[in-house]
T-cell receptor, first 115, second 112 residues
Framework: DSGVTQTPKHLITATGQRVTLRCSPRSGDLSVYWYQQSLDQGLQFLIQYYNGEERAKGNILERFSAQQFPDLHSELNLSSLELGDSALYFC??????????????FGPGTRLTVL | GQQLNQSPQSMFIQEGEDVSMNCTSSSIFNTWLWYKQDPGEGPVLLIALYKAGELTSNGRLTAQFGITRKDSFLNISASIPSDVGIYFCAGLGFNAGNMLTFGGGTRLMVKP
């Protein structure tokens, strides 16, 4: 158990819908990352938050957005869902933001299926 | 953007055999990482490499950070059934903050 929790574990929805994925980082971790894992794209970095502020953006679609709340939990919002959005979505957390690497601990993921 | 080429994509080996997988990149990385992902779980860090040429072991696992900073390999010795899973390399580039670039993964299957 990494200490990072994600809910829900599974989510099945229809095209055009909007969903919210939730992540609670490890106690004491200020930085949260979101990743998408699909069969054809592998693990792709989406976005990073540190202490409530967006710090880095990867290959995140405009239909997707995220935020980190004062209690440090984070939500990833996916809207106008398409079939190709079906994937595993992982949240990871780390202690701080630094130029040198500090270990990211991954949650168990949310499996999103868009029908 | 940066890309990591990981090979092989999959391996099916006999228990007790040694395993080797590697990652290459067209870009330089300042940190190389190796993760393992079990079914239904998130990736777990196995080994982190911070210096070019560094060779690091973690039990039966050994990984090296290539001298050119553009490659890394992971070896698993005397494989056992619980080694089954997907192994990912990941790199952290200069000025990349804490953003990781992942390889495509190597799916390892071990026959008892």
């Amino acid at each position: 158990d990494s200490g990072v929790t994600q809910t829900p574990k599974h989510l099945i929805t229809a095209t055009g819908q909007r969903v919210t994925l939730r992540c609670s980082p490890r106690s004491g971790d200020l930085s949260v990352y979101w990743y998408q894992q699909s069969l054809d794209q592998g693990l792709q970095f989406l976005i990073q938050y540190y202490n409530g502020e967006e710090r880095a953006k990867g290959n995140i679609l405009e239909r997707f957005s995220a935020q980190q709340f004062p209690d440090l939990h984070s939500e990833l919002n996916l809207s106008s869902l398409e079939l190709g959005d079906s994937a595993l979505y992982f949240c990871a957390s780390s202690v701080r933001l630094a130029a040198a690497y500090n270990e990211q601990f991954f949650g168990p993921g949310t499996r999103l299926t868009v029908l | 953007g940066q890309q990591l080429n990981q090979s092989p994509q999959s391996m099916f080996i006999q228990e007790g055999e040694d395993v080797s997988m590697n990652c290459t990149s067209s870009s330089i990385f300042n940190t190389w990482l190796w993760y393992k992902q079990d079914p239904g779980e998130g990736p777990v860090l196995l080994i982190a490499l911070y210096k070019a040429g560094e060779l690091t072991s973690n039990g039966r696992l050994t990984a090296q950070f290539g001298i050119t900073r553009k490659d890394s390999f992971l070896n698993i010795s005397a494989s056992i059934p619980s080694d089954v899973g997907i192994y990912f390399c990941a790199g952290l580039g200069f000025n990349a903050g804490n953003m990781l670039t992942f390889g495509g993964g190597t799916r390892l299957m071990v026959k008892p």
